[in-house]
T-cell receptor, first 112, second 111 residues
């Protein structure tokens, strides 16, 4: 199993550009999550999904969108990039009956 | 809402000495508590969890954590620190559908 994979690893965007961060898991987990990590701030939940076709907002959803058309994939979309979105983004998943989350390696995004 | 707090931004210990990384929690109901470790440029890795049962929980890499209900704490411990334990450590509590993380504690183990 590859676990949770994320692409790209790094990206630099200009203000106003858009992009999609990809996340895929091969563990057949129901739950998937997107977090952002800012220095000294821990992880903040952006969006989560409890299964294909179902998504919900987390603590900091503004400026982002998600979709969950399959169990495996949970892409995060930034429509109009802003400097405040400079961060490291982590995707995670967990099974329906489990408690701990499994994390991907992260995407480091810089908006200039 | 559930929350955790990590009162120390940084913990420094000498190799071979015991280490403690502190975490306190605030929950309604029974807490589901976790510790994760993050090495540089990596995602978070699960170390251990407390759901129910024994207050002393053993996890990966020789780490353990003690659940203390009266002090609402879940401190991470290791009897003898290694230089390779140097990393960022996060305490977390499960909420209804997600996880709430502390701000993290940077552990530095010096030779």
């Amino acid at each position: 199993n590859a676990g949770v994979t994320q692409t790209p690893k790094f990206r630099i965007l200009k203000i106003g550009q858009s992009m999609t961060l990809q996340c895929t898991q091969d563990m057949n987990h129901n739950y998937m999550y997107w977090y952002r990590q800012d220095p000294g701030m821990g992880l903040k939940l952006i969006y989560y999904s409890v299964g294909a076709g179902i998504t919900d907002k987390g603590e900091v959803p503004n400026g982002y969108n998600v979709s969950r058309s399959t169990t495996e994939d949970f892409p995060l979309r930034l429509e109009l990039a802003a400097p405040s979105q400079t961060s490291v983004y982590f995707c995670a998943s967990r099974p329906l009956e489990g408690n701990e989350q499994f994390f991907g390696p992260g995407t480091r995004l810089t908006v200039l | 809402a559930q929350s955790v707090a990590q009162p120390e931004d940084q913990v420094n210990v000498a190799e071979g000495n015991p280490l403690t990384v502190k975490c306190t929690y605030s929950v309604s109901g029974n807490p589901y508590l976790f510790w994760y470790v993050q090495y540089p440029n990596r995602g978070l890795q699960f170390l251990l969890k407390y759901i129910t049962g024994d207050n002393l929980v053993k996890g990966s890499y020789g780490f353990e954590a003690e659940f203390n209900k009266s002090q609402t704490s879940f401190h991470l411990k290791k009897p003898s620190a290694l230089v390779s334990d140097s990393a960022l450590y996060f305490c977390a509590v499960r909420d209804v559908n997600d996880m709430r993380f502390g701000a993290g504690t940077r552990l530095t183990v010096k030779p």
